[in-house]
C-alpha cells in the first residue's frame, strides 16, 4: 500500500528548526545543521511541517509501503548519515518505547562488528542531550491501565481509567507502534465518550484506542490508509467501531469498510451505536 513520508532537500534547508514544532509525532530533529527525518516509524505523513519551511525544502512523497523492518531502515537511511544521526534515532525508539525495534538496531550494529551508543543496554544518559522533537503531547506511550488509588479528595476512585496507551486521536497514532500488534481496537467517534458515563468499563477495559470525528476531521483518505496499514502491518485482532445514533457518525464505518477493502488481511468487525442519551441502541459483528 502506499504511505505518505516527508522528504527533506539538503540543498535548500537552512537548518532553520521552524519545522520541528509542527511534526506532532517528533520524527524531525535538526542534526548537523539540517533538519532531518530521524524516524519513518513515526512519520505519518500528514505534512504539518511544510507549511513551517521557509525555503520550500520539505514535501511529501507517496511510495509503496512494505512491512515496517527497523534494521532495513538503520542501514539504508540511519547509519550512513552519521554518528550524531544514529543517537537521535536510537534515542526516539527509546522515547517511544518500542524496546523490539531497539533491539533489532542495535543488532544491526553487532552484526556489523562495531559499537553503537545504546549498547549494553538502553538508557537515557548514554544519548543524553538527544531527545525527540515535535509536541510531547503526542510523544507516543503504552503505560497499562490505571488499577485505582486516592482521589484528590482522598476517597477511593471508583472508576479508574482503563486507557493504555497516547496518544489516541486517529490523526496522532502511528499505525505501526507495539501497542497496536495483536490489540482489539476500539475505534470510537469523539462523541461517544461524553455520551457514555462508565465508557471506560463498558467499551475501553482490555483494547486499544483511536477517537476520531468522520464528519469534522479533515484527511479521511489519511484514516483509511493508517487503518489499513493497522490491519495489516499493525496485526490488529479486532476492531470495534462505537459511533452516535446521529447520521453523521455513520461515516465512521465508512471509513472502517473502505479500510477493510484496501487491507490484505480481514478481521473480525464489530459496530455499537450508542444514543444522545448514552444508552446502547445496537450491538452486532458485521460483514464488510
Not at 534547508?13 to 519513518?40: F, H, M, N, W, Y
Not at 465508557?199 to 476531521?217: I, Q
Not at 479500510?259 to 490484505?264: L, P, T, V
Request: proline fraction near 5%; aromatic fraction near 4%.
Amino acid at each position: 500500500m502506499q504511505r505518505q513520508i516527508i522528504t527533506i532537500d539538503e540543498a535548500l534547508c537552512t537548518g532553520c528548526g521552524d519545522c520541528i514544532p509542527g511534526c506532532p509525532e517528533g520524527a524531525l530533529q535538526v542534526i548537523d545543521g539540517k533538519a532531518r527525518l530521524v524516524s519513518d516509524l513515526f512519520c505519518d505523513g500528514l505534512g504539518a511541517c511544510i507549511g513551517h519551511c521557509p525555503t520550500g525544502a520539505m514535501r511529501v512523497e507517496g511510495r509503496e509501503a512494505l512491512l515496517y523492518d527497523e534494521k532495513r531502515v538503520m542501514r539504508e537511511h540511519i547509519m550512513p548519515k552519521g554518528h550524531n544521526v544514529i543517537k537521535a534515532h536510537l534515542q526516539h525508539l527509546l522515547d517511544h518505547g518500542e524496546d523490539g525495534y531497539l533491539a533489532e538496531a542495535l543488532e544491526c550494529f553487532r552484526e556489523a562488528g562495531i559499537p553503537a551508543p545504546l549498547d549494553g543496554g538502553p538508557s537515557h544518559a548514554a544519548v543524553a542531550g538527544h531527545g525527540g522533537g515535535g509536541c510531547p503531547g503526542s510523544k507516543t506511550m503504552a503505560f497499562g491501565s490505571v488499577a485505582g488509588g486516592a482521589s484528590p479528595s482522598g476517597g477511593v476512585l471508583d472508576a479508574p481509567s482503563e486507557l493504555t496507551q497516547w496518544p489516541v486521536q486517529l490523526h496522532l497514532v502511528s499505525p505501526l507502534v507495539s501497542y497496536f500488534k495483536g490489540s482489539d481496537l476500539l475505534l470510537a467517534a469523539d462523541c461517544t465518550a461524553f455520551a457514555v458515563g462508565d465508557f471506560h468499563n463498558r467499551f475501553l477495559r482490555g483494547k486499544s484506542l483511536a477517537v476520531a470525528c468522520p464528519k469534522l476531521d479533515s484527511g479521511i483518505d489519511i484514516y483509511i490508509e493508517k487503518l489499513a496499514a493497522m490491519i495489516d502491518e499493525g496485526g490488529l485482532n479486532t476492531i470495534t467501531a462505537l459511533v452516535m445514533e446521529v447520521p453523521c457518525c455513520n461515516g465512521l464505518m465508512t471509513i472502517v469498510q473502505r479500510a477493510f477493502q484496501a487491507s490484505s488481511r480481514k478481521v473480525p468487525v464489530k459496530k455499537i451505536v450508542i444514543g444522545v442519551k448514552g444508552d446502547t441502541l445496537s450491538e452486532a459483528w458485521v460483514e464488510l
